[in-house]
C-alpha cells in the first residue's frame, strides 16, 4: 500500500486520474483547443471589420465600430481557457462563459451595428459563421460533459474534500500549540500559588498570629457559653410583642434596651454599667410576668424559662463572663495593633489578594484547557474520518489501496 504524503497527494491523485481517464482527458483538450482557437478566429475578425471600414466610413461611425471590435476583444480576453488544471468545473466555467460571450455579443451589436452594417456586410456574415462555429462546440462539449464526462466528474470532486484535510491540520497544530501554551501558563501559575502559600503559611506561623488565633478561639468559645444561657429569648420576644401592643403594663420596663438586647445579647451587656442593673431588671420583670402566666406560654416553656432565669440569679456569673469578653477583646486589640506595627497584617492581606486573585486566573486556564483539550480530540476525530472516506472512496476509484500520510509540525 503506498503512502502518499498530504502535500503531495493531490498531484499524486491528479496524475492517478490522467492515467486513468485518458481518454475523455485527450478529447476535452482537444475541445478545449479547438474553443482557443475559436475564440482567437473571432477576435481576428473583429480587426476585419476595422479595416473594411477604414476609408469607408465617417468618423463618429467609425468611432462605434472601433468601440464594437474592442468591446468584443474584450469580452473574450476575459475568458478563462483552462490549460493545465483541466476539470469538469473549469469546463463548465469555461461554457458559462462563452454563454455569456454570445448575449454581449448579440447586445453589443444590436447597439452599434446599425451605424456602419451596411459597409461590413461581409464582415458580419463572416462573424457569424465564428461564433456559430464556436456555439457548435460549446454543444459538442456540453453534451460530452454530459454523457461522457461524469465518472471523471465524481472522482474529481474528491478533489474538493482534500484542502478540509489542510484545514484540519493546521486546527489541529493551533489548537495544539495553545494547548502547549495553556499548560507552560497552568504550571507556572501552579508554582505561584505554592509559593504564595507557602509564603503565608509563614507569616502567618509568627508568634503574634498564633496568639491571635488562640485568643479569637476562646473568645468565640466564651461568647458561646454566655448566649447559651439566653434560652429565654423567645418570651423575651412575647413580652416585647405585648408591651408593644399595650397589652401588658409593667413599670420602669427600659424597652430600648430590650430591643437591643434581642439584636445582640452580648453587646447590649458589654454597654451595660457595672452589675448590669438593666439586665436584671428585665430578668426579674420577665419572671414575675411569667408567674402570673400572662405571656399565655405553654407550661413546660414557661417553667424551663423561669428555671434559666433563676439559675442566672443562682450562679451569678454572667457579670464576670461580660469582664472576661472585655479583656479578650481588649487582649485582641492590642495583638492586631502589634500585627499592624510590625506590617504583619498588610503582608498578609496582600499575600491573601494575590492567592484569590491567582485561583480565579487557575480556574479560567483550566477552563480553557479543558476547552482546548476537546476540540484538539475532536479536530483529530474529524481529520480521522475524512481522512478514511477519502482514502476508501479514491481507493475504489484508482483501484488501489493508498494511505494519506499526514505529520504535524509538534
Do not use: W
Amino acid at each position: 500500500m503506498p503512502e502518499i504524503i498530504l502535500e503531495e497527494f493531490e498531484d499524486f491523485y491528479k496524475e492517478q486520474l490522467e492515467s486513468q481517464f485518458s481518454k475523455v482527458k485527450k478529447v476535452v483538450k482537444k475541445q478545449i483547443s479547438e474553443i482557443r482557437d475559436n475564440l482567437l478566429e473571432i477576435k481576428v475578425c473583429t480587426d476585419h471589420f476595422l479595416e473594411a471600414g477604414e476609408g469607408k466610413i465617417e468618423e463618429k461611425s467609425m468611432k462605434s465600430l472601433h468601440f464594437f471590435s474592442d468591446r468584443i476583444k474584450k469580452e473574450i480576453d476575459e475568458i478563462e481557457v483552462p490549460e493545465e488544471d483541466i476539470t469538469y468545473d473549469s469546463m463548465n466555467d469555461l461554457l458559462n462563459s462563452i454563454k455569456r460571450l454570445f448575449t454581449n455579443i448579440n447586445d453589443i451589436a444590436k447597439k452599434s451595428l446599425p451605424k456602419f452594417q451596411k459597409q461590413v456586410q461581409a464582415e458580419i456574415k463572416e462573424l457569424s459563421y465564428k461564433t456559430r462555429k464556436l456555439g457548435n462546440k460549446q454543444k459538442e462539449m456540453d453534451d460530452f460533459l454530459r454523457k461522457k464526462y461524469t465518472d471523471l466528474k465524481d472522482a474529481e470532486y474528491l478533489l474538493k474534500k482534500i484542502p478540509k484535510l489542510f484545514s484540519l491540520k493546521d486546527n489541529i497544530e493551533h489548537v495544539k500549540a495553545d494547548l502547549v501554551s495553556f499548560e507552560k501558563e497552568l504550571e507556572e501559575r501552579k508554582k505561584e500559588q505554592e509559593d504564595l502559600t507557602k509564603m503565608l503559611s509563614t507569616i502567618e506561623k509568627n508568634e503574634l498570629f498564633k496568639e491571635l488565633d488562640k485568643k479569637e478561639e476562646e473568645l468565640s468559645q466564651l461568647r458561646m457559653k454566655v448566649n447559651n444561657q439566653f434560652g429565654f429569648k423567645k418570651a423575651l420576644k412575647k413580652l416585647k410583642f405585648e408591651l408593644e401592643k399595650d397589652t401588658i403594663h409593667i413599670p420602669n420596663v427600659n424597652v430600648y434596651f430590650l430591643k437591643d438586647f434581642l439584636k445582640s445579647p452580648i453587646n447590649a451587656l458589654m454597654k451595660e454599667s457595672r452589675d448590669l442593673p438593666k439586665f436584671q431588671a428585665i430578668l426579674v420583670q420577665l419572671r414575675h410576668v411569667l408567674e402570673e402566666n400572662k405571656l399565655n406560654l405553654k407550661t413546660d416553656v414557661k417553667d424551663k424559662t423561669i428555671q434559666q432565669i433563676n439559675a442566672i440569679f443562682d450562679e451569678k456569673s454572667i457579670q464576670d463572663d461580660i469582664d472576661n469578653l472585655k479583656e479578650y477583646y481588649s487582649e485582641i486589640d492590642g495583638i492586631k495593633k502589634k500585627i499592624e506595627t510590625e506590617g504583619l497584617a498588610v503582608q498578609r492581606e496582600d499575600i491573601k489578594n494575590k492567592i484569590s486573585t491567582n485561583t480565579v486566573k487557575l480556574e479560567h486556564l483550566e477552563h480553557d484547557l479543558d476547552r482546548k483539550n476537546k476540540d484538539y480530540l475532536r479536530h483529530l476525530s474529524s481529520l480521522k474520518t475524512e481522512r478514511e472516506e477519502i482514502q476508501n472512496s479514491i481507493s475504489k476509484i484508482i483501484n488501489q489501496e493508498i494511505k494519506i500520510n499526514i505529520t504535524f509540525s509538534f
